[in-house]
C-alpha cells in the first residue's frame, strides 16, 4: 500500500482515513491532467535554479507528458490508498524513475499545488462554458431575425399588457447573456492568476521563480502575497459559481417562459417533439421534460454561491480542511450547465412559432396604448386620449389595427441585434483565452 506524502512512521486509523479522505479519490480526476501540467512547470522552474540536473528533467518531462495522455483518454487511476491526485502521480514517477520521481515536491505543498490544480482546471472549464454560451447566443440571434415580424402579446403581472415579438423574445435573451458573459469574463481574470510557489501559505526558502512558472502556465500574473494566495482557496469558486449562476439564471428563465408557451393555454410555440415525453396513462400529453430539468438544474446551480459561502465563510487565514468539501459540489457544476446550454441551444433551434396568435380576439385589448398615441400624436392631451380609451374598453368598442410601428433603438422596429452582437464578440474578445491555450500546448510539446 503506497505511504501517504504527509505519514511518518504512524499510520492513520482507518475509520479517520476514510472520513477525512472523503470523495478526494473520485473528484480529483477532474483534476488529474491539470497536476500533471502544474508539475511539468514547476520542474522545469526547478531546474532553472539547479534543484534539478537537465537529465532529470528530461526523464521526468517525458514520464510526466505520459501520464498527461493517460488522463485525457480517462485512464488515470486514483489507487486504493492512495490519497489524492497528488500522491497518485509523485507514486507513478517513483514507481518508473526511483529516487528522482521523489523530486518534483521541492517547494511545494500540496495547498499550493490543490490551489494550482483547481485554477487550471476552472479556466478551461470557463473556456468550455463560453463556448457554449456563444453557440446558444448565435442560434437565439438567429431566431430573432427570423421572427422579428411576428407579434405576440407581451405580459405585466401575467396579464396581457403590450405587444411584443418574438423578434423582441429571442433577442432579449441574447442581451441577457451578453451580461452574462462579462461577468463570466471577470471570473475568468481573477481566476488566471498564478498561486504556485505560495506553498502552504508562507512562501520557501527556495529561491522560487513564479514568474516563469506563471509564463509557462499563461498565466495573466501573479497572486503575488502568498497569504492572499491561500486566501483565494474558496474565494475563487465563489466567485466563478457568482458566474455560472448568472448564466443559469437566464436559462431557468427562458425555460420557464419556454414551458408556459408551449402549453395548450398560450400555444405561442412546439417544443420539438424529442424533446418531451409522454403520460403513462394520458396519451395526448407532451409533457416539455427537457426544459422542465434544465430550470431544476439551473435553479440548482444559482443556489452554489451560497453553499461554497457557507463553507468557507467563517474561516481565518490560512489553510483548513473545510476547503475541500467545496470541490463536491463545484467541481461538477461545469458539467451540468454546459448539458443544459446544449440542450437548450438545441430546442431554440427546433422550437417552432405559432405566426398567428393574435387571430384570437381576446389579444386585441394589448393595442391600447397603441391607440392612446396615435390619439395623442394627432394632438389630444395624453390624459384625455387614455381615459378616452380607457372608457371605449369598458363600453365594449374599442378597436385597433393589428399592426405596431415603433421604431426606437431596442423596439419591435429596430431590434439592434448587429449591435448586440458587436457587444458579444468584444467580451469574447476581452477573455484572452489564448495565452493560456499556446503555454498548455508549449508546455506539452504540441505547439
Same mark, same amino acid.
Given at each position: 500500500?503506497?505511504?501517504?506524502?504527509?505519514?511518518?512512521?504512524?499510520?492513520?486509523? &482507518?475509520?479517520i482515513e476514510r472520513f477525512t479522505v472523503g470523495r478526494d479519490r473520485e473528484l480529483d480526476l477532474y483534476l488529474a491532467k491539470y497536476d500533471v501540467l502544474g508539475s511539468m512547470a514547476h520542474i522545469t522552474m526547478?531546474?532553472?535554479?539547479?534543484?534539478?540536473?537537465?537529465?532529470?528533467?528530461?526523464?521526468?518531462?517525458?514520464?510526466?507528458?505520459?501520464?498527461?495522455?493517460?488522463?485525457?483518454?480517462?485512464? #488515470?487511476?486514483?489507487?486504493?490508498?492512495v490519497e489524492d491526485v497528488h500522491s497518485q502521480v509523485e507514486l507513478m514517477l517513483t514507481r518508473r524513475l526511483g529516487d528522482v520521481g521523489k523530486k518534483i515536491h521541492s517547494g511545494r505543498s500540496r495547498n499550493?499545488?490543490?490551489?494550482?490544480?483547481?485554477?487550471?482546471?476552472?479556466?478551461?472549464?470557463?473556456?468550455?462554458?463560453?463556448?457554449?454560451?456563444?453557440?446558444?447566443?448565435?442560434?437565439?440571434?438567429?431566431?430573432?431575425?427570423?421572427?422579428?415580424?411576428?407579434?405576440?402579446?407581451?405580459?405585466?403581472?401575467?396579464?396581457?399588457?403590450?405587444?411584443?415579438?418574438? $423578434?423582441?423574445? #429571442?433577442?432579449?435573451?441574447?442581451?441577457?447573456?451578453?451580461?452574462?458573459?462579462?461577468?463570466?469574463?471577470?471570473?475568468?481574470?481573477?481566476?488566471?492568476?498564478?498561486?504556485?510557489?505560495? @506553498?502552504?501559505?508562507? $512562501? +520557501?526558502?527556495?529561491?522560487?521563480?513564479?514568474?516563469?512558472?506563471?509564463?509557462?502556465?499563461?498565466?495573466?500574473?501573479?497572486?503575488?502575497?502568498?497569504?492572499?494566495?491561500?486566501?483565494?482557496?474558496?474565494?475563487?469558486?465563489?466567485?466563478?459559481?457568482?458566474?455560472?449562476?448568472?448564466?443559469?439564471?437566464?436559462? +431557468?428563465? !427562458?425555460?420557464?417562459?419556454?414551458?408556459?408557451?408551449?402549453?395548450?393555454?398560450?400555444?405561442?410555440?412546439? !417544443?420539438?417533439?424529442?424533446?418531451?415525453? $409522454?403520460?403513462?396513462?394520458?396519451?395526448?400529453? &407532451?409533457?416539455?421534460?427537457?426544459?422542465?430539468?434544465?430550470?431544476?438544474?439551473?435553479?440548482?446551480?444559482?443556489? !452554489?454561491?451560497?453553499?461554497?459561502?457557507?463553507? @468557507?465563510?467563517?474561516?481565518?487565514?490560512?489553510?483548513?480542511?473545510?476547503?475541500?468539501?467545496?470541490?463536491?459540489? #463545484?467541481?461538477?457544476?461545469?458539467?451540468?450547465?454546459?448539458?443544459?446550454?446544449?440542450?437548450?441551444?438545441?430546442?431554440?433551434?427546433?422550437?417552432?412559432?405559432?405566426?398567428?396568435?393574435?387571430?384570437?380576439?381576446?389579444?386585441?385589448?394589448?393595442?391600447?396604448?397603441?391607440?392612446?398615441?396615435?390619439?395623442?400624436?394627432?394632438?389630444?392631451?395624453?390624459?384625455?386620449?387614455?381615459?378616452?380609451?380607457?372608457?371605449?374598453?369598458?363600453?365594449?368598442?374599442?378597436?385597433?389595427?393589428?399592426?405596431?410601428?415603433?421604431?426606437?433603438?431596442?423596439?419591435? $422596429?429596430?431590434?439592434?441585434?448587429? &449591435?448586440?452582437?458587436?457587444?458579444?464578440?468584444?467580451?469574447?474578445?476581452?477573455?484572452? #483565452? @489564448?495565452?493560456?491555450?499556446?503555454?498548455?500546448?508549449?508546455?506539452?510539446?504540441?505547439?
Amino acid at each position: 500500500m503506497a505511504q501517504k506524502l504527509w505519514e511518518k512512521s504512524v499510520q492513520v486509523n &482507518k475509520d479517520i482515513e476514510r472520513f477525512t479522505v472523503g470523495r478526494d479519490r473520485e473528484l480529483d480526476l477532474y483534476l488529474a491532467k491539470y497536476d500533471v501540467l502544474g508539475s511539468m512547470a514547476h520542474i522545469t522552474m526547478l531546474q532553472s535554479i539547479g534543484l534539478l540536473s537537465a537529465d532529470e528533467l528530461r526523464m521526468l518531462l517525458a514520464e510526466l507528458k505520459d501520464i498527461y495522455a493517460q488522463a485525457e483518454r480517462g485512464e #488515470f487511476v486514483i489507487e486504493e490508498g492512495v490519497e489524492d491526485v497528488h500522491s497518485q502521480v509523485e507514486l507513478m514517477l517513483t514507481r518508473r524513475l526511483g529516487d528522482v520521481g521523489k523530486k518534483i515536491h521541492s517547494g511545494r505543498s500540496r495547498n499550493d499545488q490543490v490551489l494550482l490544480d483547481l485554477k487550471l482546471f476552472t479556466r478551461a472549464e470557463i473556456k468550455d462554458v463560453a463556448t457554449e454560451v456563444e453557440r446558444l447566443f448565435a442560434e437565439l440571434i438567429a431566431q430573432s431575425e427570423r421572427y422579428k415580424d411576428v407579434l405576440m402579446p407581451g405580459y405585466t403581472h401575467l396579464q396581457i399588457a403590450m405587444p411584443s415579438s418574438f $423578434g423582441l423574445w #429571442f433577442g432579449a435573451y441574447a442581451e441577457s447573456l451578453v451580461d452574462d458573459m462579462l461577468f463570466l469574463q471577470a471570473a475568468f481574470k481573477m481566476c488566471n492568476r498564478n498561486p504556485l510557489g505560495s @506553498a502552504a501559505g508562507y $512562501g +520557501s526558502s527556495f529561491p522560487l521563480d513564479r514568474t516563469m512558472t506563471t509564463r509557462l502556465l499563461g498565466f495573466d500574473s501573479l497572486d503575488y502575497n502568498v497569504v492572499y494566495a491561500q486566501m483565494g482557496r474558496g474565494k475563487m469558486e465563489r466567485n466563478v459559481a457568482f458566474a455560472l449562476a448568472t448564466i443559469a439564471g437566464t436559462l +431557468s428563465k !427562458l425555460a420557464f417562459d419556454a414551458c408556459l408557451f408551449n402549453s395548450q393555454n398560450f400555444g405561442f410555440v412546439k !417544443l420539438p417533439d424529442d424533446c418531451t415525453t $409522454g403520460s403513462s396513462i394520458m396519451p395526448h400529453k &407532451k409533457n416539455p421534460d427537457v426544459f422542465e430539468l434544465t430550470r431544476a438544474k439551473c435553479n440548482k446551480i444559482q443556489s !452554489l454561491p451560497q453553499q461554497i459561502m457557507m463553507i @468557507a465563510n467563517n474561516l481565518p487565514s490560512g489553510y483548513f480542511r473545510d476547503l475541500q468539501i467545496i470541490k463536491e459540489v #463545484f467541481l461538477p457544476a461545469f458539467q451540468e450547465l454546459k448539458d443544459c446550454l446544449r440542450m437548450t441551444t438545441y430546442i431554440i433551434s427546433e422550437i417552432k412559432v405559432n405566426e398567428n396568435i393574435l387571430d384570437d380576439r381576446r389579444y386585441d385589448l394589448i393595442f391600447s396604448v397603441e391607440e392612446v398615441n396615435r390619439l395623442a400624436r394627432a394632438g389630444m392631451p395624453f390624459r384625455d386620449a387614455y381615459k378616452k380609451v380607457g372608457l371605449d374598453i369598458e363600453a365594449g368598442r374599442f378597436s385597433h389595427p393589428k399592426a405596431v410601428h415603433h421604431t426606437h433603438e431596442g423596439s419591435i $422596429g429596430n431590434l439592434c441585434n448587429d &449591435k448586440i452582437e458587436v457587444l458579444m464578440q468584444q467580451v469574447v474578445d476581452g477573455f484572452g #483565452f @489564448a495565452g493560456m491555450e499556446a503555454a498548455e500546448k508549449s508546455l506539452l510539446g504540441r505547439d
